[in-house]
């Protein structure tokens, strides 16, 4: 496989999509860049990947910083010499009922968890450009397929990422550059576990409603992520790819 150069967002929590992401790529021998708003911890996960023999680098930055993305790219580009994948990983969820939910709060899941994968797309899109290929995966959620009550700007948010991500594949699709979005459904991450934690009741009801009656495993969505980054998906753009132990299809 041959290596190459990718940019992960939002990778600093050990069991976190980001970084299950970032550890399955660095695993298939690419060189990977976490970010993550927490620089510390990001740091430290890509110590724990060097650790292992493997070719990591860990950074600050905050994802709705224009300025920050051209740094960030500029910075790893100028390393390396190219960047060949972007995961727009990083998120947040707000989870409040329209009447509850203010204006900043609306705001704010609007920036961080959609105008953010606009900054790094047209952030990155040059270098891809340039060198006549590159491949950008945008983290959506079943979220941003069907409602979800109580997470309308979460639903915003990620139905956002959804529509973008086709049109930036038209737009880019004859550069070499291929464009796609996936769709996590339930899945094991450190936020669930807290989650559950404060509603234990939840879990089963949670199971039990899942067709393959288990939430899914971090490593679930890393493998789709890698796929997409790959090679082997080399005429894939545009795409939607749901990976929710068939929740969606009831």
């Known amino acids: 496989m041959t290596s190459k150069t990718i940019i992960v967002t939002g990778a600093a929590s050990a069991g976190g999509l980001g970084f299950a992401t970032a550890r399955l790529l660095a695993r298939q021998g690419h060189a990977v860049t976490l970010t993550d708003l927490d620089g510390d911890a990001a740091a430290a996960r890509a110590e724990e990947l060097r650790a292992e023999g493997l070719t ?28 060949d994948g972007l995961v727009n990983n990083a998120g947040i969820a707000v989870l409040k009922w329209t009447a509850d939910l203010d204006s900043a709060a609306w705001d704010r899941q609007i920036d961080v968890n959609l105008k ?64 796609n979005s996936v769709h996590p459904g339930v899945i094991w991450t450190e936020m669930q576990k ?36 790959s090679d082997r998906a080399k005429y894939v753009t545009g795409g939607e790819f749901v990976v929710d132990g068939g929740l969606t299809a009831q």
């Open 56 to 83: 990591a680098t860990g950074l600050a930055q905050d994802v709705t910083d224009e300025a920050g993305w051209a740094a960030l790219i500029a910075q790893v580009s100028g390393e390396t010499g190219r960047i």
């Open 194 to 229: 807290v989650a559950i934690e404060d509603n234990p009741d939840q879990y089963d009801a949670i199971n039990a409603a899942i067709p393959m009656k288990r939430m899914g495993e971090p490593d679930d969505i890393g493998e789709m992520i890698a796929f997409l980054i």
């Open 116 to 179: 953010s994968v606009y900054l790094g797309c047209r952030a990155v899109l040059p270098v891809m450009e340039a060198q006549g290929s590159g491949s950008i995966v945008n983290l959506s959620s079943i979220a941003g397929l069907v409602g979800v009550a109580g997470a309308s700007a979460y639903a915003a948010s990620k139905g956002g990422v959804r529509l973008y991500s086709k049109a930036l594949a038209l737009e880019v699709a004859a550069k070499g550059i291929r464009v």
